[in-house]
């Protein structure tokens, strides 16, 4: 191998994408089975996609459809067919529809969950690759499919941990939308960049839509979005929707909503968790009817320690004309979706580790001794590893400690000649670990531990655990 360091790759990360530690990852998973319990009560089951699908069967969907690697990360195969991958789990849930009608229950409800990539600037909290976990019910047109899959993202938000009071899901429609856009004389061409600006309101506020709405907008960084081109009085229209001013009770799109709401209320569930705000848009084009989006309502804390608005952690509707992309037949469909990573980001300050108490076994000079203790504790259930670096006992401690261990087990040759094992609490020994060379040296003192029989070693350190 060449010793050039110029020929060397640079250990760096892509923008917009990061590496995970135990503890997100151990947080993560807890998140997924509480989801997953939730979404199974209410009749839910599991379905899987691939990361990959052909770009036009993800469609749009992509803001430029002559430039596919626009919006999403994109591929031509080895037969010149563009692949992308996933940028949502609704998109992948058409085409299996589609493919598979014939032999499917109407309705058909699935959850689904998995990595998504969207191929755009990245922002506090918004990376390009993200889990998602979503629920869909494929199939009716009814409001009641509407409202089960709110109060079903409600009991999931409590179950994860956030109170009431904590989180409000909001709901508008997209019908509502369409009467305005219509009043404002918006032509069909500039719709899409309209609904991009005004999704975006939690994040940039009045002014920020209006500059979106208008010539464009330059943002912290000195980036600039070209705007959709609307004149004032359009803008005025739009704005008056997004702030709330436009009188939408006469519109017949109000009617979806209402019969939503109804359901929603007589299930107990009121204006403390589910409401109407004509701000929420949600900016991918393929939803038709009712949009929902659920926020938090008490301030995060970034990773610089400032004071967030941190937007949305799920967000779903309705979108009957997705399936009809594939077969010609219009086929009613609902559905949510929880963005996981950002919602364990939000919680990451309440969020308790779910790894359990680490032991680790040193190796003074009996490896095989060692490794049956370790054995035998992961036997009892006891995340146990064995230590296989170097044997300077000093080290084995500092290792331990590293680890964010528990316990250290230690059996020298006067414990087994005894049968006797010691066990250390490193937790309330840690000064000791970062500064001991030696075995001699660290017999002087020895803080929060205890010497136990061996054949009791699975009793004592359960006993010693329980304080962990």
């Not at 770009?55 to 430029?64: E, Q």
């Not at 009431?164 to 069909?188: H, I």
């Not at 401690?397 to 087994?416: M, P, Q, T």
Request: include cysteine.
């Amino acid at each position: 191998m060449s010793d050039d360091k110029t020929s060397r790759p640079k250990a760096r990360l892509p923008r917009g994408f990061r590496d995970r530690g135990a503890a997100e990852i151990s947080a993560e998973r807890a998140f997924l089975d509480t989801i997953r319990r939730v979404y199974e009560s209410y009749g839910f089951e599991a379905l899987e996609t691939p990361a990959f699908e052909f770009t036009d069967a993800l469609g749009k969907f992509l803001p430029d459809l002559d430039r596919p690697n626009e919006g999403v990360f994109s591929l031509q195969d080895d037969d010149g067919q563009w692949l992308s991958l996933r940028y949502d789990l609704t998109a992948p849930l058409a085409r299996y529809v589609a493919q598979n009608f014939q032999n499917l229950p109407k309705p058909f409800r699935r959850y689904q969950t998995g990595p998504v990539w969207r191929n755009e600037k990245p922002g506090p909290g918004r990376f390009r690759e993200f889990l998602q976990f979503d629920a869909d019910t494929v199939g009716s047109a009814s409001p009641a499919a509407d409202a089960e899959l709110l109060m079903m993202l409600c009991d999931t938000l409590e179950a994860l941990g956030l109170r009431r009071g904590e989180y409000v899901v909001k709901m508008n429609s997209r019908k509502l939308l369409d009467t305005v856009l219509q009043a404002a004389w918006v032509e069909e061409s500039r719709r899409g960049s309209v609904l991009r600006a005004i999704d975006k309101f939690d994040r940039l506020g009045e002014q920020g839509v209006e500059q979106l709405l208008g010539a464009g907008r330059k943002d912290e960084s000195g980036d600039f979005t070209k705007g959709s081109g609307l004149d004032k009085e359009q803008i005025r229209i739009v704005m008056d929707l997004v702030t709330g001013s436009y009188n939408y009770e006469t519109t017949l799109a109000i009617q979806d909503l209402n019969a939503i709401l109804n359901l929603l209320r007589a299930g107990g569930y009121g204006n403390d968790r589910v409401l109407i705000d004509t701000s929420i848009i949600r900016g991918l084009d393929y939803y038709t009817g009712a949009v929902f989006e659920a926020q938090l309502t008490f301030p995060v804390t970034n990773e610089d320690g400032e004071t967030v608005v941190f937007g949305s952690v799920a967000g779903g509707g309705r979108y009957d004309d997705l399936v009809a992309r594939f077969t010609g037949q219009q086929v009613p469909a609902t559905g949510i979706s929880i963005g996981v990573s950002r919602l364990i980001n939000a919680l990451k300050d309440r969020t308790p580790s779910t790894i359990a108490p680490l032991v680790v076994v040193l190796v003074l000079d009996n490896a095989e001794s060692s490794f049956a203790m370790a054995s035998e504790l992961r036997a009892a259930g006891i995340r146990t590893e064995t230590y296989v670096g170097n044997k300077r006992f000093g080290d084995q401690l500092k290792y331990a400690d590293r680890r964010g261990a528990a316990v250290a087990v230690i059996e020298g040759s006067d414990e087994r000649a005894n049968g006797k094992v010691t066990l250390k609490d490193l937790s309330l020994g840690t000064e000791l670990a970062k500064s001991v060379e030696s075995r001699a040296d660290w017999v002087k003192d020895r803080p929060a531990q205890i010497s136990v029989a061996r054949a009791r070693l699975v009793e004592e350190l359960r006993a010693m655990l329980g304080g962990h």
